[in-house]
Protein backbone atom coordinates (compact mmCIF):
# COMPACT_ATOMS: atom_id res chain seq x y z
CA UNK A 1 0.00 0.00 0.00
CA UNK A 2 0.85 3.80 0.03
CA UNK A 3 3.41 4.81 2.48
CA UNK A 4 3.38 8.48 3.04
CA UNK A 5 5.85 10.42 4.56
CA UNK A 6 6.22 14.63 5.57
CA UNK A 7 9.29 16.18 6.98
CA UNK A 8 10.20 17.85 8.86
CA UNK A 9 7.47 16.71 11.68
CA UNK A 10 8.24 20.96 13.02
CA UNK A 11 9.44 23.63 11.72
CA UNK A 12 10.15 26.78 13.00
CA UNK A 13 10.65 29.73 10.74
CA UNK A 14 10.87 33.53 11.66
CA UNK A 15 8.19 35.87 10.64
CA UNK A 16 8.60 36.89 6.84
CA UNK A 17 11.06 33.92 5.86
CA UNK A 18 9.64 31.22 4.31
CA UNK A 19 8.99 28.00 4.32
CA UNK A 20 9.10 24.16 2.63
CA UNK A 21 7.62 21.24 3.77
CA UNK A 22 7.93 18.16 1.66
CA UNK A 23 5.89 15.20 1.08
CA UNK A 24 6.96 11.91 0.07
CA UNK A 25 4.92 8.54 -1.42
CA UNK A 26 5.72 5.68 -2.74
CA UNK A 27 2.91 4.63 -5.23
CA UNK A 28 3.63 5.86 -8.54
CA UNK A 29 -0.09 5.45 -8.91
CA UNK A 30 -1.06 8.64 -7.11
CA UNK A 31 -2.62 11.19 -9.41
CA UNK A 32 -4.03 13.94 -7.04
CA UNK A 33 -2.22 16.13 -4.51
CA UNK A 34 -3.12 18.04 -2.12
CA UNK A 35 -2.19 19.85 1.32
CA UNK A 36 -4.38 20.61 4.08
CA UNK A 37 -4.22 23.40 7.26
CA UNK A 38 -4.88 22.39 10.37
CA UNK A 39 -5.66 25.25 13.10
CA UNK A 40 -6.36 24.32 16.39
CA UNK A 41 -9.36 23.35 17.40
CA UNK A 42 -10.85 22.87 13.63
CA UNK A 43 -10.76 19.92 11.14
CA UNK A 44 -8.35 20.54 8.27
CA UNK A 45 -9.22 22.66 5.47
CA UNK A 46 -7.62 22.60 1.41
CA UNK A 47 -5.43 24.94 0.94
CA UNK A 48 -3.91 24.41 -2.36
CA UNK A 49 -3.72 20.69 -4.88
CA UNK A 50 -1.78 19.97 -7.79
CA UNK A 51 -2.69 17.33 -10.25
CA UNK A 52 -0.19 14.90 -11.56
CA UNK A 53 -0.38 16.39 -15.18
CA UNK A 54 0.94 19.69 -13.76
CA UNK A 55 4.57 20.77 -12.07
CA UNK A 56 3.71 23.85 -9.88
CA UNK A 57 0.68 25.96 -8.97
CA UNK A 58 0.80 28.75 -6.85
CA UNK A 59 -2.19 30.89 -4.88
CA UNK A 60 -0.40 34.42 -3.97
CA UNK A 61 1.51 32.92 -1.15
CA UNK A 62 1.55 29.69 -1.40
CA UNK A 63 3.24 27.39 -3.97
CA UNK A 64 2.76 23.32 -4.55
CA UNK A 65 5.40 21.68 -6.75
CA UNK A 66 5.52 18.24 -7.81
CA UNK A 67 8.39 15.73 -8.88
CA UNK A 68 6.56 12.42 -10.17
CA UNK A 69 9.68 10.79 -11.05
CA UNK A 70 11.21 11.42 -7.52
CA UNK A 71 7.66 10.97 -5.73
CA UNK A 72 7.54 14.03 -3.90
CA UNK A 73 5.50 17.04 -3.69
CA UNK A 74 6.50 20.48 -1.59
CA UNK A 75 3.94 22.69 -0.09
CA UNK A 76 5.90 26.20 -0.06
CA UNK A 77 5.02 29.47 1.50
CA UNK A 78 6.76 32.72 1.21
CA UNK A 79 6.52 36.26 3.38
CA UNK A 80 5.73 33.81 6.45
CA UNK A 81 3.18 35.36 8.85
CA UNK A 82 1.60 34.49 12.06
CA UNK A 83 -1.43 33.20 10.98
CA UNK A 84 0.64 30.67 9.17
CA UNK A 85 0.71 28.86 12.14
CA UNK A 86 -0.61 25.40 12.08
CA UNK A 87 -0.20 21.80 11.36
CA UNK A 88 0.02 21.01 7.63
CA UNK A 89 -0.79 17.28 6.06
CA UNK A 90 -0.25 16.12 2.84
CA UNK A 91 -2.46 13.53 1.57
CA UNK A 92 -1.85 12.22 -2.06
CA UNK A 93 -4.44 10.37 -3.82
CA UNK A 94 -4.04 6.78 -4.25
CA UNK A 95 -6.05 3.58 -6.04
CA UNK A 96 -7.31 1.47 -3.20
CA UNK A 97 -9.37 -1.51 -4.06
CA UNK A 98 -12.04 -0.15 -6.71
CA UNK A 99 -11.64 3.42 -5.55
CA UNK A 100 -9.77 6.31 -4.95
CA UNK A 101 -8.50 7.10 -1.31
CA UNK A 102 -6.27 10.12 0.13
CA UNK A 103 -3.81 8.69 2.62
CA UNK A 104 -2.30 11.21 4.84
CA UNK A 105 0.88 12.05 5.93
CA UNK A 106 1.35 12.19 9.75
CA UNK A 107 1.60 16.15 9.49
CA UNK A 108 3.89 19.14 10.19
CA UNK A 109 3.72 22.00 13.03
CA UNK A 110 4.67 25.58 11.56
CA UNK A 111 5.62 27.74 14.16
CA UNK A 112 6.21 31.26 13.15
CA UNK A 113 8.07 33.32 15.14
CA UNK A 114 7.28 37.51 15.75
CA UNK B 1 -24.98 27.24 4.71
CA UNK B 2 -23.49 25.17 7.65
CA UNK B 3 -20.99 22.96 5.59
CA UNK B 4 -20.36 19.87 7.81
CA UNK B 5 -21.79 19.66 11.08
CA UNK B 6 -20.90 17.11 14.03
CA UNK B 7 -22.10 16.40 17.43
CA UNK B 8 -21.33 16.85 20.34
CA UNK B 9 -17.50 18.15 20.21
CA UNK B 10 -17.04 16.30 23.20
CA UNK B 11 -17.85 13.28 25.16
CA UNK B 12 -16.23 11.28 27.70
CA UNK B 13 -17.55 7.44 28.34
CA UNK B 14 -16.57 4.65 30.45
CA UNK B 15 -15.40 1.09 29.28
CA UNK B 16 -18.04 -0.79 27.49
CA UNK B 17 -20.76 1.96 26.78
CA UNK B 18 -21.86 2.78 23.54
CA UNK B 19 -22.42 6.15 21.53
CA UNK B 20 -23.33 7.39 18.53
CA UNK B 21 -21.19 10.51 16.91
CA UNK B 22 -23.65 12.52 14.46
CA UNK B 23 -22.61 14.32 11.20
CA UNK B 24 -24.86 16.50 8.66
CA UNK B 25 -23.93 18.49 5.98
CA UNK B 26 -25.94 20.52 3.51
CA UNK B 27 -24.01 20.56 0.52
CA UNK B 28 -25.77 17.08 -1.53
CA UNK B 29 -22.16 15.96 -1.32
CA UNK B 30 -22.34 12.51 -1.92
CA UNK B 31 -18.82 10.81 -0.36
CA UNK B 32 -19.07 11.00 3.05
CA UNK B 33 -16.35 9.53 5.92
CA UNK B 34 -15.44 9.39 9.50
CA UNK B 35 -11.55 9.29 10.41
CA UNK B 36 -9.66 9.42 13.90
CA UNK B 37 -6.95 11.50 14.60
CA UNK B 38 -4.15 10.83 17.34
CA UNK B 39 -1.10 12.36 18.00
CA UNK B 40 1.77 11.91 15.29
CA UNK B 41 -0.36 9.83 13.20
CA UNK B 42 -2.23 11.92 10.91
CA UNK B 43 -5.93 11.04 10.16
CA UNK B 44 -6.97 7.44 9.63
CA UNK B 45 -10.01 6.80 7.76
CA UNK B 46 -12.64 4.32 9.94
CA UNK B 47 -15.74 4.26 7.18
CA UNK B 48 -17.10 6.17 3.96
CA UNK B 49 -20.31 6.08 2.37
CA UNK B 50 -20.07 6.79 -1.34
CA UNK B 51 -23.53 7.69 -1.50
CA UNK B 52 -26.86 6.91 0.66
CA UNK B 53 -27.34 3.16 1.27
CA UNK B 54 -23.73 2.03 0.49
CA UNK B 55 -21.01 2.00 2.90
CA UNK B 56 -17.20 1.09 3.19
CA UNK B 57 -14.61 -0.45 5.58
CA UNK B 58 -11.61 2.32 5.54
CA UNK B 59 -7.99 1.54 7.05
CA UNK B 60 -8.98 0.82 11.11
CA UNK B 61 -12.82 0.02 10.93
CA UNK B 62 -13.09 -2.04 14.03
CA UNK B 63 -14.92 -1.31 16.83
CA UNK B 64 -17.27 1.41 14.82
CA UNK B 65 -20.29 1.03 12.64
CA UNK B 66 -21.90 3.39 10.32
CA UNK B 67 -25.18 3.53 8.18
CA UNK B 68 -26.26 6.07 5.07
CA UNK B 69 -30.14 6.13 5.20
CA UNK B 70 -30.13 9.92 3.71
CA UNK B 71 -27.32 11.53 1.71
CA UNK B 72 -27.27 14.80 4.74
CA UNK B 73 -26.87 11.98 7.50
CA UNK B 74 -23.98 9.47 8.34
CA UNK B 75 -23.69 8.64 12.10
CA UNK B 76 -20.89 6.60 13.37
CA UNK B 77 -21.78 3.87 16.18
CA UNK B 78 -19.42 2.76 18.74
CA UNK B 79 -20.57 -0.11 20.37
CA UNK B 80 -18.61 -1.29 23.01
CA UNK B 81 -15.66 1.73 24.02
CA UNK B 82 -12.79 1.08 24.65
CA UNK B 83 -9.48 3.32 25.93
CA UNK B 84 -8.05 2.94 22.45
CA UNK B 85 -10.82 4.53 21.12
CA UNK B 86 -10.18 7.97 22.63
CA UNK B 87 -9.28 10.30 20.05
CA UNK B 88 -10.31 13.19 17.92
CA UNK B 89 -13.25 12.25 15.22
CA UNK B 90 -13.67 13.90 12.14
CA UNK B 91 -16.69 13.36 9.74
CA UNK B 92 -15.55 14.84 5.88
CA UNK B 93 -17.59 14.85 2.84
CA UNK B 94 -16.82 15.42 -0.55
CA UNK B 95 -18.55 16.70 -3.94
CA UNK B 96 -18.92 13.58 -5.48
CA UNK B 97 -16.75 9.88 -5.42
CA UNK B 98 -13.15 10.66 -5.15
CA UNK B 99 -12.52 8.59 -8.14
CA UNK B 100 -14.75 10.35 -10.44
CA UNK B 101 -14.08 14.03 -9.19
CA UNK B 102 -11.19 16.30 -11.17
CA UNK B 103 -10.52 17.85 -7.18
CA UNK B 104 -10.69 15.69 -4.15
CA UNK B 105 -11.47 18.25 -1.87
CA UNK B 106 -13.02 17.13 1.82
CA UNK B 107 -14.72 19.09 3.55
CA UNK B 108 -14.29 18.59 7.60
CA UNK B 109 -16.06 18.94 10.49
CA UNK B 110 -14.92 20.87 13.52
CA UNK B 111 -14.33 17.46 14.78
CA UNK B 112 -15.63 15.29 18.20
CA UNK B 113 -13.67 14.74 21.50
CA UNK B 114 -13.73 11.50 22.82
CA UNK B 115 -12.23 10.49 26.25
CA UNK B 116 -13.03 6.47 27.45
CA UNK B 117 -12.14 5.92 30.75
Known amino acids: GENVEQHPSTLSVQEGDSAVIKCTYS??????FPWYKQELGKGPQLIID???NVGEKKDQRIAVTLNKTAKHFSLHITETQPEDSAVYFC?????????????WGAGTKLIIKP | NAGVTQTPKFQVLKTGQSMTLQCAQD?????MSWYRQDPGMGLRLIHY???????DQGEVPNGYNVSRSTTEDFPLRLLSAAPSQTSVYFC????????????????FGEGSRLTVL
Open chain 2, 92 to 107: ASSYSLLAKARTGELF
Open chain 1, 91 to 103: APRTPRDSNYQLI
Open chain 1, 50 to 52: IRS
Open chain 2, 49 to 55: SVGAGIT
Open chain 2, 27 to 31: MNHEY
Open chain 1, 27 to 32: DSASNY
